[in-house]
């Protein structure tokens, strides 16, 4: 097996529609997407009242990979994947609402520098009325389209959200957005001959204080840049790359956040695959090229993809011209001079982006009042190789 597929992620949760708040009767897609194939995870959750079960035991209706939910106040609670043997997706949090008035915000984390839209919403519909958006309890803007853009969100942007309207139709719950720090790429693949040199960069709003550049490899070495591997250039990490360099790199705060992560494959081998280290988003042209000790194989090259040739080019290089869900998958080229390691490609939907490399093990405390229940989550979050706390509040 080989590296890049070892160490990829377990599984994804998808949303759809992505959004966190419902009102009763809607209905939500949930799917678990492991490399294209959803064998042995299922969909699960937590409720408010307590109820730990599984997707077609008592709700939901198991459908191919997803789960489709026609929603009632009592699914509120926290969704998530998980397989036979425990490992765990992302999870999200969904609160569906009785009231007349919902926030509609994204359940599944954005990056940095993604643009977001927040919609107050009544009865289903984008509320006539104007809307005042709050976060973490107060006030932060006035719109009289009852909807409000974020073009550019910052780590600063992260936090508790809800949306009142003027015509006294209501208040939201609130709803937690998360906003992650994007990893940069440069060149943007994912297999490299040995010495060869690739730059790594968190990127945060431009800024990367208090970011640093980790990694862990296939020998089960993590640490940071700087030690005993790389050197720190302002917002990157410049690694000359040798075959113990293989591994999982990812951008962590000093308080335990984390970036999306890249798999990078050093091949000791004649050939390599060139093919995108970051997701890509559907709809993109992408060029795969078949390389031989670093330039171009001016021979004819097999692309293969999950295990089966699906094109032969004499150029030596493949184009995608427009990509969609069902490119994504493991890929590898062969030539007359030899075959090279596979890689992953990760294909994401316009709008969604998705942490990679994350395990989630949950600890549930359910604290319940004379009046009120209000669940406090506290999700450990474990990439294969680092751990963080992320407090999430479901009211």
Same mark, same amino acid.
């Given at each position: 097996?080989?590296?890049?597929?070892?160490?990829?992620?377990? *599984?994804?949760?998808?949303?759809?529609?992505?959004?966190?708040?419902?009102?009763?009767?809607?209905?939500?897609?949930?799917?678990?997407?492991?490399?294209?194939?959803?064998?042995?995870?299922?969909?699960?959750?937590?409720?408010?009242?307590?109820?730990?079960?599984?997707? &077609?035991?008592?709700?939901?209706?198991?459908?191919?990979?997803?789960?489709?939910?026609?929603?009632?106040?009592?699914?509120?609670?926290?969704?998530?994947?998980?397989?036979?043997?425990?490992?765990?997706?992302?999870?999200?949090?969904?609160?569906?609402?009785?009231?007349?008035?919902?926030?509609?915000?994204?359940?599944?984390?954005?990056?940095?520098?993604?643009?977001?839209?927040?919609?107050?919403?009544?009865?289903?519909?984008?509320?006539?009325?104007?809307?005042?958006?709050?976060?973490?309890?107060?006030?932060?803007?006035?719109?009289?389209?009852?909807?409000?853009?974020?073009? *550019?969100?910052?780590?600063?942007?992260?936090?508790?959200?809800?949306?009142?309207?003027?015509?006294?139709?209501?208040?939201?719950?609130?709803?937690?957005?998360?906003?992650?720090?994007?990893? &940069?790429?440069?060149?943007?693949?994912?297999?490299?001959?040995?010495?060869?040199?690739?730059?790594?960069?968190?990127?945060?709003?431009?800024?990367?204080?208090?970011?640093?550049?980790?990694?862990?490899?296939?020998?089960?070495?993590?640490?940071?840049? &700087?030690?005993?591997?790389?050197?720190?250039?302002?917002?990157?990490?410049?690694?000359?790359?040798?075959?113990?360099?293989?591994?999982?790199?990812?951008?962590?705060?000093?308080?335990?956040?984390?970036?999306?992560?890249?798999?990078?494959?050093?091949?000791?081998?004649?050939?390599?695959?060139?093919?995108?280290?970051?997701?890509?988003?559907?709809?993109?042209?992408?060029?795969?090229?078949?390389?031989?000790?670093?330039?171009?194989?001016?021979?004819?090259?097999?692309?293969?993809?999950?295990?089966?040739?699906?094109?032969?080019?004499?150029?030596?290089?493949?184009?995608?011209?427009?990509?969609?869900?069902?490119?994504?998958?493991?890929?590898?080229?062969?030539?007359?001079?030899?075959?090279?390691?596979?890689?992953?490609?990760?294909?994401?939907?316009?709008?969604?982006?998705?942490?990679?490399?994350?395990?989630? $093990?949950?600890?549930?405390?359910?604290?319940?009042?004379?009046?009120?229940?209000?669940?406090? $989550?506290?999700?450990?979050?474990?990439?294969?190789?680092?751990?963080?706390?992320?407090?999430?509040?479901?009211?």
């Amino acid at each position: 097996m080989s590296l890049s597929l070892s160490l990829s992620p377990p *599984a994804s949760l998808g949303v759809s529609p992505d959004r966190s708040q419902f009102f009763k009767y809607e209905s939500v897609s949930l799917s678990c997407e492991v490399q294209g194939k959803s064998a042995g995870w299922r969909v699960k959750r937590y409720t408010v009242s307590g109820e730990r079960s599984d997707c &077609g035991r008592k709700w939901g209706k198991p459908q191919g990979s997803s789960c489709i939910m026609s929603l009632i106040p009592s699914h509120s609670g926290v969704y998530w994947c998980e397989s036979g043997s425990g490992e765990h997706s992302i999870a999200v949090n969904i609160t569906v609402h009785a009231g007349a008035v919902i926030l509609e915000s994204p359940a599944l984390p954005v990056t940095e520098g993604d643009s977001v839209t927040l919609r107050c919403r009544y009865q289903g519909t984008l509320s006539n009325h104007t809307a005042d958006f709050y976060k973490d309890g107060s006030l932060i803007r006035t719109e009289t389209t009852g909807e409000m853009t974020i073009p *550019a969100v910052s780590k600063s942007d992260e936090g508790l959200y809800k949306c009142t309207n003027s015509s006294s139709e209501g208040e939201s719950p609130e709803s937690w957005m998360t906003v992650t720090a994007s990893l &940069g790429v440069s060149p943007d693949r994912s297999q490299f001959f040995k010495y060869e040199s690739v730059s790594l960069s968190c990127e945060v709003q431009g800024k990367s204080a208090g970011w640093r550049m980790k990694r862990n490899t296939f020998s089960g070495d993590r640490s940071d840049c &700087g030690r005993k591997w790389g050197k720190p250039q302002g917002s990157s990490c410049n690694v000359s790359l040798i075959p113990s360099s293989s591994g999982v790199y990812w951008c962590e705060s000093g308080s335990g956040e984390h970036s999306n992560a890249v798999n990078i494959t050093v091949h000791a081998g004649a050939v390599i695959l060139e093919s995108p280290a970051l997701p890509v988003t559907e709809g993109d042209s992408v060029t795969l090229r078949c390389r031989y000790q670093g330039t171009l194989s001016n021979h004819t090259a097999d692309f293969y993809k999950d295990g089966s040739l699906i094109r032969t080019e004499t150029t030596g290089e493949m184009t995608i011209p427009a990509v969609s869900k069902s490119d994504e998958g493991l890929y590898k080229c062969t030539n007359s001079e030899g075959e090279s390691p596979e890689s992953w490609m990760t294909v994401t939907g316009e709008n969604m982006r998705n942490l990679d490399i994350q395990i989630i $093990w949950f600890f549930f405390t359910l604290l319940i009042g004379a009046e009120t229940c209000i669940i406090n $989550w506290v999700v450990l979050l474990y990439t294969p190789y680092t751990t963080t706390k992320h407090l999430f509040l479901l009211l």
